[in-house]
C-alpha cells in the first residue's frame, strides 16, 4: 500500500468532515449561506476549515512530490503528522482560538519538511 497516497485520501476524508460540521454550525447557529459570519462559534468552526484548506493546497502536493522522489511510507508518516495537527487545531480553535499554535505548528512543520524534501529530491534527481 502506498502511504501517502493513504494519507492525503484522509486528510480529504478529514476535511469533507470540518465541511459537515460548517453545515452543522449553519443550522445550530443560524447563520444562512452564503454568510460566513454572524456567531462567533460558527466563524471558529469556519476558519478550522477555510485554514485546513489553505494547508492543503500546499500539503497535498507536496506529500505527492516528496513520495515520488523518497519512500511514500517515510512521506505519508510525516503527513500523518500533518492530519493529528489539524484535529489538533481543530480542538483548538474551537474552544480557545489563542491555543491554536500547536496545532498549526504540527501541520505547517510537516509541509514545510515535505515541501523541502520535494525540492531535494529533484535536485538529487537533475544532479544524476
Known sequence: MNWADLVIVLALC?????GILVGSARGKYGVNAPAVSGHEMFERIYRVQMNTLEMLVIFVPALALAAKYWSPTWSGALGAVFLLGRFIYWRAYVSKPSSRGLGFALSAGP????????VVGMLRQAAV
Open 14 to 18: 478529514q476535511f469533507f468532515f470540518f
Open 111 to 118: 509541509t514545510i519538511g515535505l515541501l523541502i524534501a520535494a
